[in-house]
Nanobody, 124 residues
Framework: EVLLVESGGGLVETGGSLRLACAAS????????IGWFRQAPGKEREGVLC????????YCADSVKGRFTISRDSAKNTVYLQMNSLKLEDTAVYYC?????????????????WGQGTQVTVSS
């Protein structure tokens, strides 16, 4: 069974940082691409934020580029999303997802499996 578990969310002030983690199990981690998405209150889920492909190629959308960084640790089967300079509009539930087409990246990423999400709240 594919399982993705997010952690690291919480309450942070504007300008602060958080690191989210996505722990994966039930599949060969190195074969999959992993991505992060978010859904703000009252809004539809956004397109992909950041992705990490099996060959460690990464992508982040323009909306978060320069502030968010994605990385993966194969020894821990975990993908991280480092979020810096957080803004009020970053408040959302953040989800990680897995694409078995491991070389997919960026806008080609297809989220076949989803985690349950972790809440990030940015306060002023």
């Amino acid at each position: 069974e594919v399982l993705l578990v997010e952690s690291g969310g919480g309450l942070v002030e504007t300008g602060g940082s958080l690191r989210l983690a996505c722990a994966a199990s039930g599949f060969t981690f190195d074969d999959y691409a992993i991505g992060w998405f978010r859904q703000a209150p009252g809004k539809e889920r956004e397109g992909v934020l950041c992705t990490s492909s099996r060959n460690n190629s990464t992508y982040c959308a323009d909306s978060v580029k320069g502030r968010f960084t994605i990385s993966r640790d194969s020894a821990k089967n975990t993908v991280y999303l480092q979020m810096n300079s957080l803004k009020l509009e970053d408040t959302a539930v953040y989800y990680c997802a897995a694409d078995p087409r491991g070389r997919r990246n960026g806008m080609d990423f297809y989220a076949k499996y989803w985690g349950q999400g972790t809440q990030v709240t940015v306060s002023s």
